[in-house]
């Protein structure tokens, strides 16, 4: 039972590069979501989707886009890095109504 | 605006005491609440959750208190463990808003032995 799986683990980019990050789970779940963590911060919603086909801006959507093509898939992209997108990324999901989310282990983007 | 912050950045405990770690949440819409916990170089765990029709629930070896007169959120960990050395979170989810969770920064608990 793999639960969320996120790839790639590590990465670094130089600046303007464009990178796509893949979370995958199989639970079946409807919601996911995509989350960054800052050195010593709690993690803030980037967007998020309810269902196949939809998304959302989050919190902190500036600089990402996110495509919900496939149910057990949520790819979040970056266009053009910027040094300011160095962080660690967290990608989340649950099935319906008030559940504690899941979450994957994390990838750790750095932009140069 | 709505956050859910910690009252302590950092608690040391000697192994085998009590711990209590505290959080703030000034949004009275939120209806449901979450502890987590994350490990060096992994995501956010669950822990316990609870309801905002409750005040108090019980896990093994944690508990948990709201206290929505005062919006506030505490995590009872009992005899505490070296291996429950982490940094904890509470999260709060409003009513409505398709479980998009708030999280505080986070408090790190070092377990001593």
């Known amino acids: 039972n793999a639960g969320v799986t996120q790839t790639p683990k590590f990465r670094v980019l130089k600046t303007g590069q464009s990178m796509t990050l893949l979370c995958a789970q199989d639970m079946n779940h409807e919601y996911m979501y995509w989350y960054r963590q800052d050195p010593g911060m709690g993690l803030r919603l980037i967007h998020y989707?309810?269902?196949?086909?939809?998304?959302a801006k989050g919190e902190v959507p500036d600089g990402y886009n996110v495509s919900r093509l496939k149910k057990q898939n949520f790819l979040l992209g970056l266009e053009s890095a910027a040094p300011s997108q160095t962080s660690v990324y967290f990608c989340?999901?649950?099935?319906?109504?008030?559940?504690?989310?899941?979450f994957g282990d994390g990838t750790r983007l750095s932009i140069l | 605006g709505e956050s859910v912050g910690l009252h302590l950045p950092t608690l040391s405990v000697q192994e085998g005491d009590n711990s209590i770690i505290n959080c703030a949440y000034s949004?009275?819409?939120?209806?449901?609440f979450i502890w987590y916990k994350q490990e060096s170089g992994k995501g956010p765990q669950f822990i316990i959750d609870i309801r905002s029709n409750m005040d108090k629930r019980q896990g093994q070896r944690v508990t948990v208190l709201l206290n929505k007169t005062v919006k506030h959120l505490s995590l009872q960990i009992a005899a505490t463990q070296p291996g429950d050395s982490a940094v904890y979170f509470c999260a709060e989810i409003l009513s409505g808003g398709y479980n998009k969770l708030i999280f505080g920064a986070g408090t790190r608990l070092a377990v001593h032995p």
């Open positions: 989340a999901s649950i099935g319906q109504g008030n559940q504690p989310q899941h």
């Open positions: 949004n009275s819409a939120s209806d449901y």
């Open positions: 989707s309810v269902g196949e086909g939809t998304t």
